[in-house]
């Protein structure tokens, strides 16, 4: 999995990443289109590299200071993809925490988070 890490953020961001230093957060969302779909979050505090997104998927990549990007990531309308970095950013949740969501008919839904 660390492979695959460095690998992807190479790709997606030009950076040069080391081993994570922890698991952010993991996360499991069941919807009609994917069934089960696992997200892993990892903390990384070694990098090298100037942000040079690789991948046409990617439009703009770039670091913020802490409260920014909390202010920023609270506006996402997804709750998938808000509420897991928000609660691990402002320490509200444990690291490792695993969310569990249901997606059906364009409703989130999270069902656990141990």
Do not use: C
Request: no cysteine.
């Amino acid at each position: 999995m660390h492979e695959a890490l460095r690998r992807e953020l190479r790709e997606e961001t030009g950076l040069l990443v080391g081993d994570p230093v922890r698991t952010a957060f993991l996360m499991h969302i069941d919807s009609e289109r994917h069934p089960s779909a696992v997200a892993a979050a990892f903390e990384i505090d070694e990098w090298s590299g100037d942000i040079a997104p690789q991948d046409d998927d990617i439009e703009q990549a770039a670091f913020f200071p802490l409260p920014d990007a909390l202010k920023l990531l609270r506006e996402l309308d997804s709750s998938t993809q808000r509420e897991p970095i928000v609660g691990y950013l402002s320490g509200d949740v444990a690291p490792g925490a695993t969310w569990l969501y249901r997606n059906r008919g364009g409703e989130e839904t999270l069902v656990a988070r141990w």
